[in-house]
């Protein structure tokens, strides 16, 4: 079953929508006791950094989210700002991120890279998967994914970067650490590859 | 690389869907279900889509979350939504709803300043500002395009180009220009006028109002690479008399469309 938190974002009933129609069980958590029952944790987020990170402490999840991550190695997914989340730090915000795959999360500086691309990188874009990684079976690179965002994760350790897109300059849009997972794109929201990727996550 | 994306946009009136001409309601035409014709675009694999609710801003009403929300949980492409919004905390529970994106125009062209507190609430990524565009003669010779509210029927007394540079400083995510002039002719975008805006403004940027064939798309792709391309009547038309028929380009036809370098 996934474990999808629900922590006031908007995208976790587009998520709801897909794994109901896969047939693959769900349920929102809106409480400890549910994320401690968890065998599959899904982060979404669309917001502002800080104020994603905050509700996460205000409600008291992060403890249990280590523990269950951490220690249990729960596979977990976090998506745009939830897997922003997953840095030490964040040019967005002041608060620390959850540290578990070691990295920052870095404005897109449009003087500083090449070509001056628009901000924020909004649309269509593909992917170059870096490292094989169950999350991507039966996916398509060239199609790839719909992203929007102004910000990126840079990852500490490259080993840790499961695919990069070219946005002026080449980013990390995904990441993985062991039982721990990060795509800044929106599955949720890319037709095919999305479904896709979500099924994936569900089967490891 | 980034590729250009294709967006019907859909107008709802009365709680269905509707295609203008120049902005009339009356001289438009129903053209079916808001979530039925979401489905046939989930089908179509559509890049995103844009949903405004023209009568919201008009009845001076809040936005109908109901709708959005059935719209935004059926779509499994983004979302932009538009009408009737006015706050801060609008546009925070409309994302909460499940869109990715949320258009501003009256209240933004009153108050400049409410988008960046929108961008900072819900991250600019998210904040659309629409202009609405037509082109006025000068009075002594001359034409310059002004920017309207309301369905084009309130004027705001600002040129379009100006706006764009008082605005320089503000944050948000993406711009619309929506050609009044143009709206449900079908007989091209007005390069002209995309050209200077493209000049003017440093955000993603999507233009609606014109096309009436998929050839007109392309000409916008290729002149700008990467843009927003939006329409309504060639989604929902087909044939001279304006058959109703829900349609989009096929992946390959896409391709043909979007991989113009």
């Known amino acids: 079953m996934i474990t999808i938190l629900d922590y006031g974002s908007g995208n976790i009933n587009a998520i709801k929508n897909i794994y109901e129609r896969l047939n693959i069980s769900y349920e929102l958590a809106t409480t400890i006791e549910q994320i401690i029952k968890a065998d599959h944790i899904l982060l979404p987020g669309v917001g502002a950094f800080d104020e994603t990170i905050s509700t996460l402490k205000e409600k008291g999840f992060t403890e249990v989210l280590n523990k269950k991550v951490q220690e249990e190695k729960v596979p977990v997914l976090g998506i745009c700002v939830g897997m922003q989340m997953l840095a030490d730090t964040s040019e967005e915000g002041t608060l620390n991120g959850l540290g578990w795959i070691h990295g920052k999360v870095k404005k897109f500086d449009k003087n500083l890279i090449p070509g001056k691309p628009k901000i924020p990188h909004l649309g269509w874009n593909s992917i170059g998967i870096s490292r094989n990684c169950s999350l991507f079976k039966d996916i398509d690179p060239e199609v790839g994914f719909y992203f929007v965002h102004s910000y990126y994760f840079e990852c500490a350790d490259e080993a840790d970067v499961i695919c990069k897109t070219v946005y002026g300059n080449t980013f990390h849009s995904a990441v993985n650490r062991e039982n721990i997972y990060g795509v800044q794109f929106h599955p949720e929201k890319s037709h095919d590859n999305g479904i896709q990727l979500l099924r994936n996550f569900a089967n490891l | ?261």
Do not use: W
Request: charged share 25%.
């Open chain 2, 1 to 261: 690389m980034l590729r250009s994306r294709i967006i019907p946009c859909l107008l709802v009136h009365n709680k269905g869907l509707v295609k203008t001409l120049k902005f009339s309601v009356e001289n438009g035409k129903y053209v079916g279900d808001p979530i039925n014709a979401v489905k046939i675009f989930n089908e179509k694999q559509v890049d995103e889509i844009m949903v405004i609710d023209i009568d919201a801003t008009v009845e001076g009403r809040e936005p109908d979350y109901v709708m959005i929300k059935n719209v935004a949980t059926e779509c499994r492409m983004p979302l932009c939504y538009g009408g009737g919004v006015t706050s801060v905390e609008q546009v925070r529970k409309i994302i909460k709803l499940g869109a990715e994106k949320v258009a501003i125009s009256a209240a933004a062209l009153a108050n400049p300043e409410l988008l960046c507190q929108m961008s900072e609430a819900v991250g600019a990524q998210s904040v659309v500002l629409v202009l609405d565009i037509a082109k006025k003669k000068g009075l002594f010779g001359g034409s310059h395009y002004e920017i309207f509210t309301n369905n084009g029927k309130k004027k705001t007394g600002k040129k379009l180009y100006e706006f764009l540079e008082e605005i320089k400083d503000i944050s948000y995510g993406e711009l619309v220009i929506n050609n009044i002039d143009l709206d449900g002719v079908m007989e091209g975008y007005d390069m002209e006028m995309c050209d200077k805006v493209r000049k003017l403004t440093d955000v993603p940027l999507t233009f609606l109002g014109g096309a009436g064939s998929y050839e007109d798309l392309k000409k916008l792709v290729s002149r700008f690479k990467v843009i927003g391309a939006a329409a309504g009547s060639i989604f929902v038309f087909k044939g001279v008399y304006k058959a109703v028929l829900i349609q989009y380009p096929s992946s390959e036809e896409k391709n043909n469309l979007i991989n113009v370098i």
